[in-house]
Nanobody, 127 residues
Framework: QLQLVESGGGLVQPGGSLRLSCAAS????????IAWFRQAPGKEREGVSC?????????NYEESVKGRFTISRDNAKNTVYLQMNSLKPEDTAVYYC???????????????????WGKGTLVTVSL
């Protein structure tokens, strides 16, 4: 069974940090670009960051995370990470990882080419 499993979410104060992990089972992440998305209550799911198969190139889909979030991958561990620093209350959301053919967007949508979704991990930024 092909699965992506996110972990590392939780409650953190503004200005704090979290590292999310996306682990694959049943298939190798090596053949896919991997993207992180998030969905806040009452809002649409939006792309956050993406990393290519090789890990050489990364893309921030969301302008507000530039300089704060870093995506990386360890293909030997079949895992992709999202390091989130300087967290803000507006970063509160369920975070999902997804496998994709590439980090391309179509008509501004990062949803293009998504193959598999994880079930998500909740990040809450609050005092």
């Amino acid at each position: 069974q092909l699965q992506l499993v996110e972990s590392g979410g939780g409650l953190v104060q503004p200005g704090g940090s979290l590292r999310l992990s996306c682990a694959a089972s049943g298939f190798s992440l090596n053949y896919y670009a991997i993207a992180w998305f998030r969905q806040a209550p009452g809002k649409e799911r939006e792309g956050v960051s993406c990393i290519t198969r090789s890990g050489y190139l990364t893309t921030n889909y969301e302008e507000s995370v530039k300089g704060r979030f870093t995506i990386s991958r360890d293909n030997a561990k079949n895992t992709v990470y999202l390091q989130m620093n300087s967290l803000k209350p507006e970063d509160t959301a369920v975070y999902y990882c997804a496998s994709k053919d590439s980090c391309r967007t179509i008509a501004g949508s990062a949803l293009y080419g998504v193959k598999e979704w994880g079930k998500g991990t909740l990040v809450t930024v609050s005092l």
